[in-house]
């Protein structure tokens, strides 16, 4: 036990579990950091420098791929070298009672390899809204809770943005934004003013960095990071590039790999966790380890299921569930709706470099009374751009490359969708009674759909988008749907969620459990709302070192 004992335990090495290794580290706590999965090795394990078509299928996901990761093989940036940072489904199975498309990343580093990382504040609209529309319970904090926390964590992510003024759309420490290209500046100066409701695009704002952090980036615009790709010049915030390495630095971490929590021990008399018990997915031998504080940061889904899985006779439905919410009020963000058109002009220009992001359209629905909608409560936002292509080339040898050089005739434009999911209690993950996974876990079940309020929204988002490039100047516009089920936007979140009541949430306004005071939960689980902006890792870095700097207080005053 001795050997086994450290001041804390960080449970996960994603966006969140990396914030938490990093602060707790850096204010002199010595702190076991667990992954489920494999090590990765910043720049010593990557590949980004080799490219596609020197890899044995170009790039391509093959058949077998298809087969044993189903899930996985279908999202956006799975491909043949990211697929190392996604999960076998065969191997890590779970049950969908209703569609639900589970992105997983099992290594160090989590899904911070693979992240779309686009970074949008949330705003006092976000936390009032439960509030007052009455869907889920009240956040237990505000934007002034939580500002100066965005402020101390964006510099060191590197968020590349622009200043707008926006109230529901707060700026944040941005470096300077990745200009638009010659299209979208033209089709947001064309809009500028034009909505009564202030549609307007403005930069999307990323954590690729457009200066240099210490020995990080600047990003270099080689848009490997869209495909999924860690990036060797640590051009945009991962884990693996900057937390880690930061908590390593104070020689306080233990970090170890292939170390899958089963379940939190709890003591009755002292009502507090005491540890962790761990299996090693490598050799499957169990081994328990103790702290004083536990930071829970697997990721929402895997998060909730150790908590449920923690049975005792004082918690016999889960750690912390008093409140009976422990895996209920599942969010995602419906999204994929939009338009697309052709733009007539610049046919003189072309585009250099891979930008990794695009323009971004804030939320223009229910933010006031003039803006107010009656089929539905909420709102979205956009994320797109426009591009010029290559021509379609045929024959064969050096007349086909040479025409696959020569840029497409025209430009094209689009803008998609991102929506606010609400909160509901029947949208929930559980654990299956009998079956369990090759570790001894048992499987999660997921049940959870997008209902009326979600539905209502669908034509707006089409058809604002249709509006804005018309607006715009484009041509040729069309509307699409791509029909996306929960979970397809990776943003799946508020299993556990906070709240200022103990019979109605599982954790405090300091992210820490009601029932259990050392543990503290950072991760989307702790959500009351899905928000309206994509993006939300940036807000669980600011809930992170804020819940950090709040624990060690209390440890320090010996209240934990």
């Known amino acids: 036990m001795k050997n086994n004992t450290f001041d804390a335990i960080v449970i996960g090495t994603g966006i969140s579990g990396g914030w938490a290794a990093k602060e707790l ?3 002199g706590l010595k702190t076991l950091v667990l992954e489920r999965g494999r090590n990765v090795e910043h720049i010593v394990d990557y590949d980004d420098m080799v490219p596609s078509w020197e890899t044995k299928y170009r790039g391509r996901v093959t058949n077998e791929d298809r ?3 189903p899930v996985q093989s279908g999202v956006y940036n799975y491909n043949e ?12 199975p779970y049950i969908q009672d209703k569609p639900f498309e589970w992105a997983r990343g099992y290594q160090v580093g989590g899904r911070s390899l693979i992240w779309g990382r686009q970074c949008y504040r949330r705003s006092e609209l976000d936390f009032e809204a439960n509030a007052k529309d009455g869907f889920g319970v009240d956040w237990p904090i505000r934007y002034k809770d939580i500002a100066p926390w965005y402020d101390y964590v964006e510099p060191i992510v590197g968020v590349s943005g622009s200043k707008e003024g926006l109230p529901h759309l707060p700026d944040g420490q941005f470096q300077p934004p990745m200009p638009m290209n010659c299209v979208e500046a033209e089709v947001s100066r064309r809009i500028k003013g034009k909505f009564s409701d202030g549609r307007m695009i403005i930069h999307g704002r990323t954590a690729n960095h457009t200066l240099k952090i210490d020995d990080r980036g600047p990003c270099q615009y080689k848009g490997s990071c869209g495909a999924g790709h860690a990036c060797s010049f640590g051009g945009y915030f991962s884990s693996n590039s900057a937390t880690l390495p930061m908590a390593a ?3 306080n971490m233990t970090l170890r790999p292939f170390s899958m929590v089963q379940e939190i021990l709890y003591d009755k008399e002292t009502q507090s966790a005491t540890g962790v018990r761990v299996i090693d997915t490598e050799t499957l031998e169990q081994r328990e380890f103790f702290a004083r504080i536990i930071f829970l940061n697997a990721s929402t889904l895997n998060t909730t299921a150790i908590l449920l899985n923690s049975t005792s006779d004082v918690f016999p439905t889960g750690l912390g569930n008093s409140s009976g919410q422990l895996g209920h009020n599942l969010m995602d963000m419906p999204y994929g ?7 007539e ?6 585009t250099f470099g891979r930008r990794p992001t695009g323009i971004f359209v804030p939320r223009f629905r229910n933010i006031n009374k003039s803006t107010e909608q009656k089929d539905y409560v909420r709102g979205f936002t956009y994320q797109g751009g426009a591009g010029r292509g290559r021509k379609a080339s045929e024959g064969f040898g050096r007349g086909y490359k040479d025409g696959l050089a020569e840029p497409a005739d025209q430009w ?3 803008i998609t969708a991102w929506a606010e999911h609400l909160p509901y209690f029947e949208n929930k993950m559980y654990l299956h009674k009998e079956k369990k996974d090759k570790y001894g876990m048992p499987v999660i079940c997921v049940d959870c759909e997008f209902k009326e309020n979600e539905a209502a929204m669908v034509d707006d988002m089409m058809n604002s988008a249709a509006e804005i490039l018309e607006m715009g100047g484009l041509k040729n516009i069309e509307t699409y749907n791509w029909e996306k089920i929960p979970g397809s936007c990776i943003h799946e979140t508020g299993t556990a969620r906070m709240g200022k009541d103990p019979q109605t949430s599982v954790l405090n306004r300091w992210n820490q459990m009601h029932d259990v005071k050392n543990i503290f939960i950072t991760d989307g689980s702790a959500m009351c709302s899905s928000g309206t902006t994509p993006g939300p890792s940036i ?5 992170t070192a804020r819940a950090v700097d709040y624990a060690v207080k209390e440890l320090n005053k010996r209240n934990l």
């Open 25 to 27: 580290c850096e204010k």
């Open 539 to 543: 807000t669980y870095m600011a809930l």
């Open 81 to 92: 070298r990211s697929k190392k940072y996604f999960v076998n489904d065969l191997d890590n």
């Open 345 to 350: 002009g610049f046919e003189d220009k072309f």
């Open 412 to 414: 094209t434009m689009a």
């Open 249 to 251: 630095k104070t020689g």
């Open 67 to 69: 087969r044993i990761s």
């Open 337 to 343: 709706m939009g338009a697309r058109g052709t733009y």
